[in-house]
Nanobody, 116 residues
């Protein structure tokens, strides 16, 4: 049973920073890739960025240069460092892991609210 637990969300002013964490139950090395998605009210869930097992990262255009994904194998944790936050970044942020046979696992989400 894979569990992903996000934390670190909160309320921040525009231009500020937050770091989200996603703690996995067990080694994150077993996953093909991990990533972050977000969903704003009334909108579809969208991909923010991913990090492959090999450490290659990819980001959506709307966060390039502002958000960074990293990981700590010793802590079985993936991070999303967010800076220069904008009100339009307000959303529920979800951690995702792609496992064996393409199975996707999701966390419960952590809310990020950016005030103008």
């Amino acid at each position: 049973q894979v569990q992903l637990v996000e934390s670190g969300g909160g309320l921040v002013q525009a231009g500020g920073s937050l770091r989200l964490s996603c703690a996995a139950s067990g080694s994150i090395f077993r996953f093909n890739a991990m990533g972050w998605h977000r969903q704003a009210p009334g909108k579809k869930r969208e991909l923010v960025g991913t990090i492959s097992r090999g450490g290659i990262t990819n980001y959506a255009d709307f966060v390039k240069g502002r958000f960074t994904i990293s990981r700590d194998f010793a802590k079985n944790t993936v991070y999303l460092q967010m800076s220069s936050l904008k009100p339009e970044d307000t959303a529920l942020y979800y951690c995702n892991a792609n496992g064996e046979f393409g199975t996707d696992y999701w966390g419960q989400g952590t809310q990020v609210t950016v005030s103008s």
